[in-house]
């Protein structure tokens, strides 16, 4: 999808992000040649930079003005950023991912092993981060590093599971995407010195900004095209992680043909009939309206803060977030 920073309202983020985007190259260096060339593979990809931007919004949340995030906040960021992206490493080597934002997957590039490798160098280099932010970002990580893997074995235990519910997606995309984002937002008031309920309403914010979040790369993995995604569309049904609007779909007028073909097993060329089945269904628009009704909560939580740069532009997140999902819609 088209790389719109949705914080692109907070006047000091394209600078915050380039003092962020030097401290990540940075924290991917190594002495070890291929370590150095794969640890900063996906960095160098590019990417929006959401979960550091959510950081830096956060932590500008008391500022009535607009003005450079302090160095704790940037590190804060990376730190965050840097455990997204070792997920990645490890997410392409179980999914036997091919491309990754538009570039070949690091499990193809290198193999799985220096792969999974990779992925816990940029975890261990989170946690160093951490550490040197204080006792309280430090348990933060361990936590959400938890709660990431958490929710990955919950969907990888319901992988195949055509009557998986509802309640059990919510738990696992809470666990592999929200506790990210929640963190991320926590980071950035703890390291801008907030107070705690500020603390509190702003982890509450990124927690379900980040259920809509993960809504919306689910509906895009149905109705978004390979290029416009910068990785396989469909990978999802195909691999048997049935996700919301799939799910909705099975229990419409379209789910006993969809439930026949994914059970006659899918293959590439199946896979986009049963993606048809899907789109022709409602499940795309309950799954819009399951996402609306995250992002308007994420939207309402900030309702009582003052107006500031930094709830002005974590407010238009929320609101980008489903026009986005909307777009290849038409």
């Keep these: 999808m088209a790389s719109v ?18 401290a990540l190259l940075d924290a991917c260096k190594s002495d070890l040649a291929m370590l150095n060339d794969s640890a900063s593979h ?28 302090d160095q704790a906040v940037i590190m804060g960021g990376v730190a965050v950023e840097l455990v997204h992206l070792g997920s990645l490493y490890h997410d392409d080597v ?19 092993v220096v792969a999974i490798l990779t992925g816990d160098f940029l975890l261990a280099q989170s946690s ?8 309280d970002v430090a348990a933060l990580l361990g936590e959400t590093i938890a709660q990431l893997s958490d929710g990955q074995i919950r969907e990888l235990q319901d992988t195949d599971n055509l009557d998986r519910t509802a309640e059990e997606y919510d738990a696992a995309i809470s666990g592999k995407t929200a506790s990210l984002l929640a963190c991320a937002c926590r980071i950035g008031a703890i390291t801008g010195g907030l107070d705690q309920p500020l603390v509190d309403t702003l982890t509450e914010f990124g927690h379900s900004y980040g259920m809509a979040f993960q809504v919306v790369d689910d509906i895009l993995d149905v109705v978004a095209t390979t290029e416009q995604l910068g990785k396989p569309a469909g990978n999802d049904i195909l691999e048997g992680n049935f996700t919301l609007p799939v799910l909705r779909a099975l229990r419409s007028e379209n789910g006993r043909q969809l439930r026949e073909l994914i059970e006659a097993g899918l293959t590439a060329e199946t896979r986009d ?28 939580s900030l309702s009582a803060l003052p107006e500031s740069p930094g709830a002005t532009a974590l407010r238009a997140a929320a609101t980008h977030l489903v026009d986005r999902a909307r777009a290849p819609l038409g």
């Design 5 to 22: 920073n949705p914080l692109g309202v907070l006047p000091t983020l394209e600078d915050d992000l380039s003092r962020v985007e030097q």
């Design 42 to 69: 996906l960095a160098r990809a590019g990417g929006k930079r959401v979960r550091p931007g959510f950081a830096i919004a956060s932590a500008a949340i008391s500022h009535t003005s607009a003005r450079p995030a």
């Design 94 to 112: 179980m999914d036997e991912a091919t491309t990754r934002r538009s570039v070949p997957a690091a499990n193809q590039r290198w193999g799985n």
């Design 128 to 135: 160093i981060i951490a550490a040197a932010l204080g006792t």
């Design 273 to 300: 009939d049963a993606l048809i089945l899907v789109r022709t269904s409602p499940g795309i628009a309950d799954a819009l309206d399951v996402a609306r009704g995250w992002a308007d909560k994420a939207a309402s």
